[in-house]
């Protein structure tokens, strides 16, 4: 992370001379927003920045950064940020990509990116639809969504981003609102300084083909967000709701009496993983969904591993020699008359 020199910088930095052109009510207004007024906060450097997008309306995001930045092919983001950041490991990379784009076509790359813990901050937009194409149903759309591609009414269980992410080891997992501006600037903040694979799932709304997907979890957070503090016991709806570990380990709500919180699980972002599976499996609509930093470690990261290797051999061996390399081992001169020496 390079981070030596602090500048000053507003929001207004940090956007391009391209018009921004998603439908209007789109949530991706407001987590654009949000980055741009986030990172001029930080003071980076716009010149080792890079934002890398898949395909999608949320794979857009590069062209409005001011920053550097690549749009490139369907599902491959990650793939093309792990090779960005492997060869040169001073840039900050962002990947931009939506939940039909990074889970679906684009899961596979996602998974070894979080597994190897590749030094990559990824927002994942999930409006729960295929919004480029016209609405199709995603890898993360409710059964019974009934869409262009599933006009009965989809039979696929949805996949669950957080489980995903934790499964494959990403070492910081999140989750906020894209209206919710204050926790995702906490949240960008703390992820920006990570070193590691960072998850971040942004429940966003996508206005035209899945509008108000969200709009029990963010227009009534009081009853559909556990806000996660660290220390701190789960509770919601203005603290007279609780949610504790039953018989089983099953999480159960409970009401909280006269403010006693005893016996209700108590936040830590640095605890144990099964707990922050657990906390992946409180999802809408038998659970409030919890919004802020799931889960954070530490672990070397796959560049710096790399790099070790490098350096061991160089100390070993010495610097190497490409052409050397070329004609070493069995070799074959293919003469004039096509007969191999």
């Avoid at 500048?7 to 209007?24: F, I, T």
């Avoid at 018989?247 to 016996?263: K, N, Q, Y």
């Avoid at 010495?318 to 001169?333: A, H, I, N, R």
Wanted: net charge neutral; proline share 5%; charged share 20%.
């Amino acid at each position: 992370m390079t981070e030596a020199v602090k500048l000053k910088l507003s929001k207004k930095d940090l956007e391009s001379d391209q018009d921004v052109r998603w439908c209007p009510g789109c949530g991706d207004y407001a987590i654009l927003a949000t980055v741009q007024r986030t990172l001029a906060q930080l003071g980076i450097r716009r010149e080792n920045t890079v934002f890398i997008s898949g395909i999608g309306c949320s794979s857009r995001f590069p062209y409005y950064m001011n920053t550097y930045g690549f749009h490139t092919i369907h599902g491959r983001a990650p793939a093309i940020a792990s090779g960005l950041k492997v060869t040169r490991p001073e840039l900050d990379v962002w990947v931009i990509t939506g939940d039909g784009d990074g889970l679906s076509i684009g899961g596979n790359h996602m998974i070894h990116a979080l597994r190897r813990n590749m030094d990559l901050k990824i927002l994942l937009f999930n409006n729960q639809i295929y919004g480029l194409t016209k609405g199709q149903y995603s890898p993360t759309s409710a059964v019974g969504t009934r869409a262009p591609s599933t006009p009965s009414g989809s039979i696929d269980h949805p996949l669950n981003p957080i489980s995903l992410a934790l499964g494959s080891g990403a070492t910081f997992v999140a989750r906020a609102a894209d209206t919710d501006a204050k926790l995702m600037g906490s949240i960008l903040e703390q992820a920006y300084r990570h070193k590691g694979a960072v998850f971040i799932e942004l429940l966003q709304n996508c206005p035209v083909f899945n509008d108000g997907v969200w709009e029990g979890v963010k227009d009534d957070p009081a009853g559909k967000q556990v806000h996660l503090v660290e220390g701190k016991s789960l509770v919601f709806a203005g603290g007279t709701k609780g949610i504790r570990l039953g018989a089983g380990m099953v999480p159960e709500i409970v009401d909280v009496v006269d403010g006693d919180t005893s016996g209700l699980l108590v936040h830590t972002e640095k605890g144990s993983p099964l707990y922050a599976h657990l906390l992946a499996q409180l999802v809408q609509p038998d659970f409030p969904m919890p919004m802020g930093i799931l889960y954070r470690t530490e672990r070397t990261t796959y560049e710096q591993l790399a790099q070790a290797q490098i350096d061991d051999a160089v100390a070993k061996q010495g610097p190497g020699d490409l052409t050397k390399l070329m004609y070493s081992g069995m070799v074959w001169e293919v003469g004039a008359d096509g007969t191999r020496h």
